[in-house]
């Protein structure tokens, strides 16, 4: 038995190190959330203050409600941000795949290419991906922010995927291709379902950036039938006024999903079926 | 009838070259057993068989066909992994009915072939259970229950019981014996442990450094090994080398096995006994000669040497190998 984890003094520090986190982590969580249920007032007077009967007020939620069409921004981020990781998922899989598994010419050459767009930030790429989104018509469609999202989360799964599948037993797939499973079925039945852990990381990983994003909808899709939740709440952010209490809401409300889909993920992440399968 | 055919089977991975030129015809039923040291080339050669690897030159004949191009689930071969290398998200029936399946049997055959499988191993109340509920016997049992329920024409063993512990592999080795004479299979079967493969081989492929040293029934490499390394390589312990010359002995090492050594009053070799280890039925001795060389000595029954006590060894002359420079047999 590890002798530090059974010292009190350790847990004690050990605790107050991660409570000190989560209270710094949570707080401008925490402050969002009170504030957004407060009247305009109030939330300048007290910011720090919970609201009491007096300061209650949902005008918040209300403005958001029946300004611009919200229910379509969420909608629009919720199609993104899901499909852009089930593709990178699905490609990211498979080009770790063939990288992990076989041996071919060029394999290193390869893979150290495709996770050449780890160092490289996409968006130094603007210009040349508006000329091209222009150029394929594909402008204000959400098609287009998910193709570069896509793109931009890649070379992260490929890399972080390809060294999990490293780690899955060649015993097994060898198994499969006896028992004349196609390489496709290899992968589907008995690869994937052994790293989805390491899946789940990249989708956390990728998930939050691409529900954040600012900068590509703004550029690729900022039309009002493609604006994006994060674009879609910069209309109470003025340049002389700015609605407190609807940016509040907003951002109250566009924390729900991620936190749900995060959840999902995370509990992926700690199961593990791989456990006594394979020695 | 010859149910396996190697012909000049070459493997090289780039430059390092793995198997080289290696020949051999196994007959319908008989166990083959593969052993050498790590990295002499033994997996690679089951999986160029199995058709997992592919061969850089030469030709594989399983049952008379030439299926050095076939794929593995078309060759009528099945594979026992060391890992057990079960499917973890299917259970134990899942398991062995997938290879089946993909072949597209009909479901009375699948049930019949499960049903026989399962008594056979004694598997009948886990084939609802995971993968990762069952013990480390009862999952190879299971991968050998997927491997029967195929009926290949060759069955394929890889080192399936170095993750078992000693009791168990010792259980498991007669198991395997026992399905070998019900099935009447033909089994390749690969280890590095000796023991494994004295006891269950029809015929044993040494191999070192990609080459087969020698091929034969396991007494008869056991009594007359060919060179020095397949002399060293079975028995255990294994057997004493010492140089010829001071003893009289033509050659340049004179090989004698540890229970051809008896303790002798006026005997060829002197010596100090080193370590003394008590096995009940036998008694190893580790002797230091007058000549510096270190010597095992296999007593049969319960013997009272001490370490530290003078020791004169004698042997027979008749019972002894004669090797040259290069390690080949000097035959008689």
């Known amino acids: 038995m590890n002798t530090a984890r059974r010292n009190p003094l350790n847990t004690v520090a050990a605790h107050a190190a991660l409570i000190t986190w989560t209270v710094i982590a949570l707080f401008p969580v925490a402050v969002i959330l009170i504030n957004s249920f407060k009247a305009r007032k109030a939330i300048f007077r007290e910011p720090l203050a919970l609201p009491d009967a007096d300061s209650f007020s949902m005008i918040g939620y209300q403005t958001v409600m029946k300004q611009g069409d919200f229910l379509l921004y969420f909608q629009n981020s919720f199609v993104v941000t899901v499909a852009s990781l089930l593709l990178i998922l699905l490609f990211g899989a498979m080009a770790a795949f063939a990288l992990s598994e076989y041996r071919f010419r060029g394999n290193t050459l390869m893979g150290l290419y495709l996770a050449l767009g780890i160092m490289i930030p996409i968006r130094i790429g603007t210009v040349a991906i508006l000329e091209l989104m222009v150029e394929t018509g594909l402008v204000n469609t959400l098609a287009a922010l998910i193709l570069v999202y896509t793109a931009q989360g890649l070379p992260l799964a490929v890399f972080i995927l390809s060294e999990f599948m490293r780690q899955v037993s060649d015993d097994l797939k060898n198994a499969g291709r006896i028992d004349g499973m196609s390489e496709y079925a290899i992968f589907f039945k008995l690869v994937l379902p052994l790293v989805r852990p390491a899946m789940a990381t990249v989708a956390v990983f990728n998930m939050i950036p691409i529900w954040n994003d600012l900068w590509f909808p703004l550029i690729l899709a900022p039309g009002e039938a493609t604006k994006t939740l994060t674009l879609g709440s910069q209309v109470f952010i003025g340049q002389f006024v700015t609605d407190w209490n609807a940016v509040l809401s907003a951002l109250s409300l566009a924390i729900l999903p991620v936190l749900v889909l995060y959840v999902i993920f995370s509990r992926q992440l700690i199961r593990g079926i791989t456990s006594g399968a394979v020695k | ?332």
């Open chain 2, 1 to 332: 009838m010859t149910a396996l055919t190697l012909e000049n089977i070459n493997k090289s991975f780039g430059d390092v070259h793995v198997l080289k030129d290696i020949d051999l015809r196994v007959e319908t039923g008989e166990f083959i057993v593969f052993v050498g040291p790590s990295g002499c080339g033994k997996s690679t050669l089951l999986r160029v068989i199995a058709g997992l690897e592919d061969a850089s030159s030469g030709t594989v004949r399983i049952g008379g066909k030439d299926v050095t191009t076939t794929p593995p689930a078309k060759r009528g071969i099945a594979m026992v992994f060391q890992s057990y290398a079960l499917y973890p998200h299917l259970d134990v029936e899942g398991n062995m009915t997938l290879g089946l399946k993909q072949a597209g049997e009909a479901k009375p055959v699948i049930a019949e072939r499960i049903a026989m499988a399962a008594k056979m191993l004694s598997l009948e109340e886990y084939l609802k259970r995971r993968p990762s509920e069952l013990s480390g016997g009862q999952r190879q049992r299971v991968a050998i229950g997927r491997a029967i329920v195929r009926k290949p024409e060759l069955f394929l063993f890889d080192e399936p019981l170095s993750n078992l512990d000693a009791a168990l592999r010792m259980h498991m080795r007669v198991e395997i014996a026992r399905l070998h004479r019900e099935l009447g299979a033909t089994i390749v079967y690969v280890t590095h442990d000796q023991t494994e493969a004295m006891t269950l081989a029809d015929r044993i492929v040494v191999l070192r450094d990609g080459r087969v040293e020698q091929v034969g029934s396991p007494m008869a490499l056991y009594n007359d090994p060919d060179n020095r390394f397949v002399a060293g390589f079975l028995g255990a312990p294994s057997m004493n080398f010492l140089a010829a010359g001071p003893l009289g002995a033509p050659g340049a090492t004179l090989g004698i096995r540890p229970e051809h050594l008896c303790a002798a009053h006026g005997g060829r070799l002197r010596g100090t006994v080193t370590h003394v280890e008590r096995l009940g039925g036998d008694t190893n001795l580790l002797v230091t000669t007058d000549a510096d060389a270190t010597l095992t000595v296999r007593l049969f029954g319960q013997h009272d040497h001490r370490v530290g006590e003078a020791i004169a060894l004698d042997y027979d002359p008749a019972r002894a190998f004669a090797f040259d420079a290069e390690g080949r047999r000097l035959r008689p």
